[in-house]
């Protein structure tokens, strides 16, 4: 079986799905700006990886880029503050 197919059963049992992996991603972006511990942020940095990776396999790769890039923005804002 495909991984194409697979994900198109997935999608079809659960028509949320786009919208869980896209909400998770961005609360974990959200803590990992706001945490203070390096250990912490490191170890978001791995979660966020994996749910990005789910969101490249569901056809997501913009939505998730952009809330990632959106953490990046700023990111870089409150360094330059």
Excluded: W
């Excluded at 791995?46 to 997501?60: E, H, P, R, T, W």
Aim: with cysteine; aromatic share 4%; net charge negative.
């Amino acid at each position: 079986m495909s991984a194409t197919l697979l994900i198109d059963m997935a999608l079809d049992s659960d028509p949320n799905l786009h919208s869980f992996f896209l909400g998770r991603l961005a609360s974990l972006a959200t803590r990992q700006a706001a945490s203070a511990s390096p250990k912490e942020r490191a170890a978001l940095s791995v979660a966020m990886f994996s749910i990005y990776l789910d969101c490249l396999d569901l056809g997501l790769g913009a939505e998730a880029q952009a809330i990632i890039g959106g953490l990046r923005h700023e990111s870089t804002e409150r360094s330059a503050a």
